[in-house]
C-alpha cells in the first residue's frame, strides 16, 4: 500500500496472465484518497474473487479471457472510474461498498465498455449515509451482454452518460432516483428494465 495521491500511484500489469486476489486478510490495493491505480491484464482481474481497493480513481483493463471484479472497500470510499475495458468474454463487475461511484467524463475519462459479458456498476451505502450513488458522466457500452446499474440511492447519467448495449437488457435499480439529463439515451436492442424508489427523471429510453 501506499499513500501517494499521484496519478500513477499503483500500476500492476500481467503482461500473459492475471491479477489476482490471494486472500482477504487485507485490502488488496491502497493508495492515498485521490490516488490512481491502473491495473492490466490479459486473463483476468480479480476473477472468481474481487480484488479489494481503497483508492481514488481506477483505469482497469482486461485484453482476453477472465472476468474484472474489482469492490472499494474504504469506509465512505468514494471510486472515480476513469477507463474500465473488458475485451474478452469475461463481465465487469465494479462496485463501492459505502461511496459514490463515478464514471468519469472525457477527454482523460475512456468509459466503461465490455463485449458479451455483463457490465454492472453498483453503488452502495453500507454506513447509511445516503452517499451510495452511481454517476455516469461518460459512456457505459456493451455488445451484447447485460448492462445493470444499481444504486443505493441516486442513479444519474449527464448529458454524456448514454448506456448502449447492442442486444443485452438494460436494468437499473435505484434506491432513491433516477436522473437522466435531456439529451442522454440508455439505448438498446433488448429490453429496458428500470426501477426507482422515488422518482424517475428521462432523457430517452430506446
Same mark, same amino acid.
Given at each position: 500500500?501506499?499513500?501517494?495521491?499521484?496519478?500513477?500511484?499503483?500500476?500492476?500489469?500481467?503482461?500473459?496472465?492475471?491479477?489476482?486476489?490471494?486472500?482477504?486478510?487485507?485490502?488488496?490495493?491502497?493508495?492515498?484518497?485521490?490516488?490512481?491505480?491502473?491495473?492490466?491484464?490479459?486473463?483476468?482481474?480479480?476473477?472468481?474473487?474481487?480484488?479489494?481497493?481503497?483508492?481514488?480513481?481506477?483505469?482497469?483493463?482486461?485484453?482476453?479471457?477472465?472476468?474484472?471484479?474489482?469492490?472499494?472497500?474504504?469506509?465512505? $470510499?468514494?471510486?472515480?472510474?476513469?477507463?474500465?475495458? #473488458? +475485451? !474478452? &468474454?469475461? %463481465? @465487469?463487475?465494479?462496485?463501492?461498498?459505502? /461511496?459514490?461511484?463515478?464514471?468519469?467524463? $472525457?477527454?482523460?475519462?475512456?468509459?466503461?465498455?465490455? #463485449? +458479451? !459479458? &455483463?457490465? %454492472? @456498476?453498483?453503488?452502495?451505502?453500507?454506513? /447509511?449515509?445516503?452517499?451510495?450513488?452511481?454517476?455516469?458522466?461518460?459512456?457505459?457500452?456493451?455488445?451484447?451482454?447485460?448492462?445493470?446499474?444499481?444504486?443505493?440511492?441516486?442513479?444519474?447519467?449527464?448529458?454524456?452518460?448514454?448506456?448502449?448495449?447492442?442486444?443485452?437488457?438494460?436494468?437499473?435499480?435505484?434506491?432513491?432516483?433516477?436522473?437522466?439529463?435531456?439529451?442522454?439515451?440508455?439505448?438498446?436492442?433488448?429490453?429496458?428494465?428500470?426501477?426507482?424508489?422515488?422518482?424517475?427523471?428521462?432523457?430517452?429510453?430506446?
Amino acid at each position: 500500500q501506499t499513500t501517494s495521491n499521484a496519478s500513477d500511484a499503483v500500476t500492476v500489469t500481467a503482461r500473459a496472465g492475471a491479477i489476482s486476489d490471494a486472500g482477504d486478510t487485507d485490502t488488496d490495493i491502497v493508495t492515498g484518497a485521490s490516488g490512481q491505480a491502473t491495473l492490466n491484464a490479459v486473463t483476468g482481474i480479480g476473477s472468481g474473487n474481487a480484488i479489494e481497493t481503497s483508492l481514488g480513481t481506477l483505469d482497469v483493463t482486461n485484453t482476453a479471457s477472465g472476468n474484472i471484479q474489482i469492490r472499494e472497500v474504504a469506509s465512505g $470510499g468514494d471510486l472515480d472510474i476513469l477507463n474500465a475495458l #473488458q +475485451s !474478452g &468474454a469475461g %463481465t @465487469l463487475i465494479i462496485r463501492t461498498l459505502d /461511496g459514490i461511484l463515478t464514471v468519469l467524463a $472525457g477527454p482523460a475519462g475512456a468509459g466503461v465498455s465490455a #463485449q +458479451s !459479458g &455483463a457490465v %454492472t @456498476l453498483d453503488a452502495q451505502d453500507a454506513g /447509511g449515509s445516503g452517499n451510495g450513488d452511481l454517476v455516469l458522466n461518460n459512456t457505459v457500452t456493451s455488445t451484447s451482454g447485460k448492462i445493470n446499474l444499481d444504486a443505493a440511492n441516486d442513479v444519474i447519467a449527464d448529458a454524456n452518460g448514454d448506456v448502449t448495449s447492442t442486444s443485452g437488457e438494460i436494468e437499473v435499480s435505484a434506491g432513491d432516483n433516477l436522473e437522466m439529463a435531456d439529451g442522454t439515451e440508455f439505448t438498446t436492442g433488448g429490453i429496458i428494465d428500470v426501477d426507482a424508489g422515488n422518482n424517475v427523471l428521462l432523457g430517452s429510453l430506446n
